[in-house]
């Protein structure tokens, strides 16, 4: 989890991967890189990118996954500090 192809996610985010016991199938990876290169060519920067049923909170400028929810963390959960969205 700590890096793919053009990604890297920060010990935060691998942490809350394995707590929130989330899948990371090459699939939702390749779209996760998908909602980058998206949120790249917009301009945006701290990004939540919306793969399926998950979210990450990405770093666009430096390639860095912060931070990322699953299934029922979403509801009641309030998502600020974020310039943009891309669902993928």
Request: glycine content about 8%; hydrophobic content about 40%; aromatic content about 2%.
């Amino acid at each position: 989890v700590a890096k793919t192809s053009n990604l890297s996610f920060s010990k935060h985010a691998a942490a809350r991967v394995q707590e929130r016991s989330i899948t990371l199938s090459q699939d939702s990876l390749a779209r996760l890189d998908k909602g980058v290169r998206i949120a790249r060519e917009k301009g945006m920067d701290d990004t939540l990118i919306i793969v399926d049923s998950t979210a990450f909170i990405v770093s666009v400028k430096n390639g860095t996954v912060i931070t990322t929810l699953g299934g029922n963390d979403l509801r009641g959960s309030a998502i600020t500090n974020i310039n943009g969205t891309v669902i993928v």
